[in-house]
């Protein structure tokens, strides 16, 4: 997996297949080729973006946890939307 993390929080947004296209931009994050989506509130200059993650948790959702390239943590301050 691809895992899309902001770099400031470690929040774990995103995580995508690995052959999944990822471009890291100034302005935007553009996913997929062709071009699936646009996320516009991240960027090259505050997002970290992992390769061939192996370890993401079943029960992931964005925002649940942290994650620092290695190790996975849950985000004290998630709330289940549920």
Known sequence: MKVIAETSTKLAKYALTDDETIVSTADNLQI???????????NSTT????????NVPDDWIGNKYTFDGTTWTL????????
């Open 47 to 54: 997002v970290t973006i992992t390769e061939n993650v192996t």
């Open 32 to 42: 997929g080729n062709p071009i699936k989506f646009l996320v516009d509130d991240l």
């Open 75 to 82: 985000n004290p301050n998630w709330v289940d939307p549920d």
